[in-house]
């Protein structure tokens, strides 16, 4: 307790403070004294004083200067400096709201969301009726998921001041977020009675009605947003969307170039224009977009995507640097792209970079006289060649025969190349290609001796502790490392290390993992053991990067974004789908599947157990937590007792003894309502695969290494039009791969009305095929939207143009309830 000498004493000394202009040091004492004396005269004078003291000579108008040069400081973007002054003007002035709420701001715009939170707060204590400042605290509450704690302050803030409509947008964004779509929607609808000229809440309601699919009236808030704020930027973006989504894509290119013309700098509109273009066929504009999104922001995951799926089906005729430095930022990718879907596209174009060009010319005249050291150097320097190279197999053979022949001269020239960093970076992405391709490159006479010479090199020089990294690249291009009982003593270094990890570390890893999986019942038919043991031998297929979905869809989005007629919506209403993956193999489909529903849980059944380790690695490496892999048959997988919303097998049932019987149990396990996405070989698709199966199985072809090598160096060499035609399959560069599609030991074709009528007895309904630039050829000849579903006109078409299911019929299906 003060006494009344210690009252006199802390008194003087507060004065004290104010002569030194210790400001909050006297306003303390003063504060200490009411607190046990609250009639005390003197300290309530001295703290209503503090108020009217001109604190370092400065004037009211002085410290709004200052406030005012904080504001200017902050538009500019220099936070590091407004952080420091407006900490300094608080420290001295702390009744300031004004700086308060800059010092809040200037912590949002860093990231630092509790420093925010709490220079908000201070701004309302210092000034409760500041409804701006309410605003704000539940912007940086709502960055920090405290839903009840935002919605009081906008809450607040929209109390204090009914046309502060910046609250009420920020409040409906938060209860978007929550998934409150009809509250959001009442509270822009009240903002807009109050303020109906507001830009930017018309546009962000414009938003709300373009995603319920009200197109038409979102369209007309988006013209009104522009007519209030003609340079709103995004509201003319948004308005060009919505005009995509509805098919007036000349209009909504109009739109993106008035956001353009705004802000040439804009990568989302180039990626919104890119797409339009695509949807209109353009695709060379649409890659042009693109490509200019991506310079202007290296990180846009989308728009990566979208390039990708625009040059899938393009074939280059000339080179442009900024498309090569895209493509190689895509292969970086890990997870937007398969490798494989756009490998022919991306070897068109490397075929006109002038130096692979001319060494490819050279190569065909038989010509390449060059020292060996000289060539590699010049391709080590082609970043996307060695890319891709490392990725996937190179489907194209006139490439194929020049690595072939850099491959057998390096062997044979071992001894007489330098160790350069150049030399090491070839070899290491030729391995990785040998590897991809498992080795299906023929092979000399010549070169098998030479290989046999170098592998007692090695051997010896590792036993005596000496590693020569050049002759193990050169032996990796041949042989996988970890087939030589000797490949543990090789120590890893920068030029041998990614070959190390995928020929050595990654295969022991599988080893390890097939210990793990849980077998649900023992195989007993002939036929699934015959599988089995195929892909035991010859996983398929073996693979690096895959493509992901950016974002997960909840199954009604989905349903929308793939145009299927579904027959009851009851699957819409499914919040955590449980997915069955019927023969996963290697798991791109488990982990695409995984990615691309929201909540899901996948159950990913497999014959191989070479295959579920290889998935179940690559799922680990991902960090993919919902997939549950376990080795079966689909003929016992009623022993799940289990049933699912979604079941996808595709490239699966026609490699069954019986794949009506498989696709039965499969119909039994999948709930009443439930969606079905099914792969099937088609009947006139694989013509010319039929025909050289019969040949192969008149010739004696075995499906073993050796054999299978030998046929492809056949059909290579032939000039029969149905073997050239092999050229053009990607599983014709790879092991097993090619022998999937041609040495398969069992294959069923289907034709669609067989597939009409397995349907119609599985008590399934057709909802649409699954191949989008399929369908998009098929709508130039049937425009009608009742005709995509219709298979008896898919039937037609594919009689008219029998190549168009070559690879396989891909459709979905709903069970009746």
């Known amino acids: 307790m003060l006494a009344k000498i210690s009252v006199d004493q802390t008194l003087i000394k507060a004065k004290s403070h104010i002569k030194k202009n210790q400001i909050q040091q006297a306003k303390k004492l003063y504060q200490d004294i009411l607190l046990v004396f609250p009639q005390n005269i003197r300290a309530q004078f001295g703290l209503n004083s503090i108020k009217k003291i001109k604190h370092n000579n400065l004037t009211k108008n002085q410290l709004d200067e200052k406030i005012k040069e904080l504001v200017n400081s902050f538009n500019q973007g220099k936070f590091e400096e407004v952080l420091g002054k407006a900490k300094s003007i608080t420290e001295t002035y702390s009744d300031t709201y004004k700086a308060w709420n800059i010092l809040g701001a200037t912590y949002y715009q860093m990231g630092l969301f509790k420093e925010a939170t709490e220079a908000y707060k201070k701004c309302i204590s210092t000034k409760p009726d500041y409804a701006e400042a ?56 009240k903002a807009l009675l109050q303020n109906p000229n507001h830009s930017t809440a018309l ?159 050279k190569n065909s005249l038989d010509e390449l006289n060059l020292p060996l050291q000289k060539i590699i150097e010049d391709l080590s320097k082609l970043t996307l060649l060695l890319k891709l190279m490392s990725l996937c197999p190179i489907n194209d053979i006139e490439l194929e025969n020049f690595l072939k022949k850099i491959r057998s001269r390096i062997l044979l020239s071992n001894s007489s190349l330098k160790n350069t960093p150049e030399i090491f970076n070839f070899q290491s992405a030729l391995a990785l290609q040998c590897f991809c391709n498992e080795y299906i490159y023929s092979v000399s006479k010549e070169e098998k001796n030479s290989l046999q010479i170098l592998e007692k090199q090695v051997k010896l020089s590792l036993e005596n502790n000496v590693q020569d990294t050049k002759s193990l690249l050169c032996i990796a291009s041949y042989k996988a490392l970890n087939k030589y009982k000797w490949s543990d003593y090789i120590s890893s270094n920068i030029e041998i290390v990614n070959v190390l990890n995928r020929q050595v570390r990654e295969p022991n890893i599988e080893s390890n993992l097939k210990l793990d999986f849980h077998c649900l019942k023992k195989v007993n038919n002939k036929v699934s053991l015959k599988v089995r043991k195929q892909y035991e031998t010859n996983p398929y297929p073996k693979w690096v990067n895959l493509a992901l979905s950016l974002s997960p869809f909840e199954i009604n989005k989905f349903v929308n974004i793939s145009n299927l007629k579904l027959y009851h919506n009851k699957i819409k209403e499914i919040s955590m789908p449980q997915i069955l993956i019927a023969g996963c193999g290697t798991g791109q489909h488990s982990i695409e599947t995984a990615s691309r529903f929201k909540n899901c849980n996948v159950t990913a059944i497999d014959l191989s157990l070479s295959s579920l380790a290889y998935a179940k690695r690559k799922t680990k490496e991902l960090s993919i937590q919902n997939i549950d892999y376990i080795q079966a048959d689909i003929l016992d997988l009623i022993n799940l007792k289990k049933e699912f919303d979604i079941i996808e097998s595709v490239g699966v049932l026609h490699h069954m003894d019986d794949p009506f019987a498989g696709w039965k149990i499969l119909t039994k396990l999948l709930k009443p309502g439930g969606l079905m996405r099914i792969g099937l070989y088609s009947d006139l698709g694989r013509k010319n695969i039929v025909k050289i199966r019969d040949e192969i199985s008149k010739l004696g072809f075995k499906p073993n290494e050796a054999d299978i090598k030998s046929f492809r160096l056949k059909v290579i060499r032939s000039e029969q039009k149905h073997h050239k035609e092999m050229l053009n399959f990607n599983d014709f560069y790879n092991i097993s791969e090619l022998r999937d599609l041609l040495f398969h030991t069992q294959e069923h074709r289907f034709s669609l009305p067989q597939i009409q009528e397995y349907l119609d007895k599985l008590n399934l309904k057709f909802c649409g095929f699954d191949t989008q630039n399929i369908i998009s050829s098929f709508k130039t000849i049937h425009p009608n939207i009742d005709d995509c579903y219709s298979l008896e006109k898919w039937h037609n078409y594919e009689i008219s143009n029998p190549r168009v299911f070559s690879g396989m019929y891909q459709f979905w299906c709903q069970k009746l309830l």
């Open 134 to 189: 309410y605003s704000n605290l539940g912007k940086v509450l709502s960055l920090q998921d405290k839903f009840d704690e935002a919605m009081y302050a906008f809450n607040k803030a929209i109390l204090l001041k009914p046309k502060l409509v910046e609250a009420s947008i920020n409040l409906a964004d938060l209860l978007i977020k929550h998934g409150k779509l009809e509250s959001a929607i009442l509270i822009y609808k």
């Open 203 to 361: 546009n962000n309601f414009a938003n709300i009605l373009k995603n319920q699919g009200k197109l038409e009236e979102a369209i007309e808030y988006y013209k009104k947003s522009i007519s209030i704020k003609p340079d709103h930027i995004e509201a003319y973006n948004n308005l060009g969307n919505a005009l995509s989504d509805q098919g007036n894509l000349e209009q909504a290119i109009k739109a993106y170039e008035q956001s353009i013309i705004l802000n040439p700098h804009y990568p989302e509109v180039y990626n919104n224009i890119g797409v339009t273009y695509k949807k209109q066929g353009k695709l060379w504009q649409a890659i042009e977009c693109f490509n200019k999104s991506i310079s202007l922001n290296p990180n846009y995951k989308e728009a990566f995507s979208n390039f990708a799926e625009a040059i899938m089906f393009i074939t280059f005729n000339q080179f442009n640097s900024s498309l090569q430095n895209t493509m190689i930022l895509l292969l970086e990718q890990k997870t937007l792209v398969r490798p494989r879907n756009i490998a022919k596209a991306v070897i068109s174009f490397l075929k006109q970079e002038p130096t692979l060009k001319w060494y490819l010319y």
